[in-house]
């Protein structure tokens, strides 16, 4: 009983101090330490140097280039000025009214196209910061509307999407990622729909316009009449020479990299990757490993380094301080994925407790005999505890994907309704304030969690599990469609 209290006491201290503010850099070590010595079962230095700076430093060599490369596409697509166009563009075809749609329209197709999160977090912002700008829209809902495009519905719901947590259940069911189809599509549009009526009904109550914010005025419009007689303006973008006023791209060329990104994306991991001769990946230099395991991140690495290329190429004029975006764009990776990594440090200390054990096998059991109750519970709480959607999925199908899926036969589930329960069941307690993916957003649109998490809370915390149980009560009056 003691281990327990001491891990529950490490995790609300998490969530709380980050929520305050803290830095995760220091808290996440502090308390992961606090919580073994705590314990009196691990050596104090040997969990840091050996469990949390490895797990740290693994997810660093793992995805800094997808944090560092994303980072720098969005400082390329602010400062070239196709950020500022995209939103001009976006206010003239659905009107400032609907400038929240058209952000979260934006991260959903880029997701659902198999673009990670969090390169969409670092695309998109500058988007979205140029659309609430010209809105008058508080930047707080900003991170909130990303969330609900990027971390709700294409990453758990949507039949066919590419995020790692439509794929890792398959194994287990013997299942497809189009697993229950029309019980997906239904869960998505009640995340969707749910989302954007809080979203804009806070939008409604605000009077503070976009706030007063470092970012309130970087690319000041000067308006003039085109040709077509449509209004359009001539941004001053984050690298003009002597300040004089630079032309933005062309609507097509704006949009260009972000269409390349999801195309080269699809293109590698369908065709190109599996094409290739990767039987050297087994040997010990290449650390032992198989292609699946490494196609998705060189897929996204291919995809951003075209685009970043293509971008540059075809905006050569309007960079005129390029090392100085470059400079700019491989800054802004750092804080994130520095942060991101100790959260995944602090996890695995937590997670090599004894008294975690207890916790895990404990919740796997909570639901009784209706395996759909069961698993989206346990999924869902080791998700919360772990601040990680896979690895909350991971600990409860590696444990006991067995036992769920006998018991589904024995109780007549299908094993798609089994796989799409487990997948909506990342999607909810996994963004509490701890959540590498919510401390990653917050820190590339510069706010803090009591400026903006309480949107994201409803959108991704609260509206998911909302979507969960309509889930589960249609799949078990209706059996999977």
Not at 159 to 177: E, L, V
Not at 343 to 358: D, E, P, R, T, W
Request: glycine share 8%.
């Amino acid at each position: 009983m003691y281990g327990i209290l001491v891990v529950v006491a490490a995790l609300v201290g998490l969530i709380y101090l980050a929520y305050r503010g803290v830095t995760l850099l220091i808290l996440a070590p502090g308390l992961a330490l606090l919580a073994v010595a705590a314990s009196l079962e691990r050596p104090l230095l040997a969990s840091y140097t050996q469990i949390f700076m490895v797990a740290t430093g693994d997810f660093i060599v793992q995805y800094f280039p997808v944090f560092l490369l994303g980072a720098i596409f969005g400082k390329l697509m602010e400062d070239s000025g196709s950020a500022e166009v995209l939103a001009n563009a976006t206010i003239r075809r659905l009107g400032s009214e609907r400038a929240i749609l058209a952000v979260v329209l934006s991260c959903a197709a880029m997701t659902y196209g198999g673009v990670s999160l969090f390169v969409v977090a670092f695309a998109v912002f500058p988007i979205a910061a140029a659309v609430f700008r010209r809105a008058d829209l508080p930047k707080r809902l900003i991170p909130g509307t990303i969330a609900l495009g990027a971390f709700t519905f294409t990453m758990t719901a949507l039949p066919g999407t590419p995020a790692i947590q439509n794929a890792i259940p398959m194994p287990y069911f013997g299942t497809s990622p189009f697993a229950a189809p029309g019980l997906g599509v239904i869960t998505a549009l009640i995340m969707f729909v749910l989302g954007q009526l809080w979203l804009e009904r806070r939008a409604r109550a605000s009077t503070e316009g976009y706030g007063e914010h470092p970012d309130a005025e970087p690319n000041t419009p000067r308006p003039h009449r085109a040709e077509d007689g449509v209004e359009t303006a001539e941004i001053r973008t984050g690298s003009p020479a002597e300040g004089d006023p630079i032309a933005p791209p062309p609507f097509l060329l704006a949009v260009l990299p972000l269409v390349t990104v999801i195309v080269v994306n699809l293109a590698f991991t369908a065709l190109v990757i599996p094409a290739m001769a990767t039987d050297y990946l087994a040997a010990p230099e290449y650390g032992a490993t198989t292609i699946d395991a490494v196609r998705g991140i060189w897929s996204i690495i291919a995809a951003l380094v075209i685009a970043i290329l293509l971008m540059v190429a075809v905006n050569w004029s309007r960079l005129t301080r390029l090392n100085a975006t470059l400079e700019a764009g491989a800054q802004a990776a750092l804080l994130p994925i520095f942060n991101t990594a100790s959260l995944v440090g602090f996890g695995s200390v937590i997670a090599s407790l004894s008294a975690f054990a207890l916790i895990r096998d404990s919740v796997i059991d909570i639901g009784g005999d209706n395996p759909l109750i069961s698993l989206a519970i346990s999924v869902n709480l080791l998700a919360g505890m772990t601040g990680s959607a896979s690895g909350g999925m991971s600990i409860a199908l590696s444990t006991l994907g067995g036992a769920y899926l006998e018991m589904a036969q024995a109780a007549g589930v299908s094993p798609d309704l089994m796989h799409r329960v487990t997948a909506v069941a990342t999607g909810g307690l996994d963004a509490l304030p701890h959540n590498g993916a919510v401390i990653t957003l917050l820190a590339i649109c510069g706010l803090k969690h009591r400026d903006a998490y309480l949107d994201i809370a409803v959108v991704a915390v609260v509206v998911p599990i909302i979507a969960l149980i309509v889930l589960i009560t249609l799949g078990t009056l209706l059996g999977s469609f």
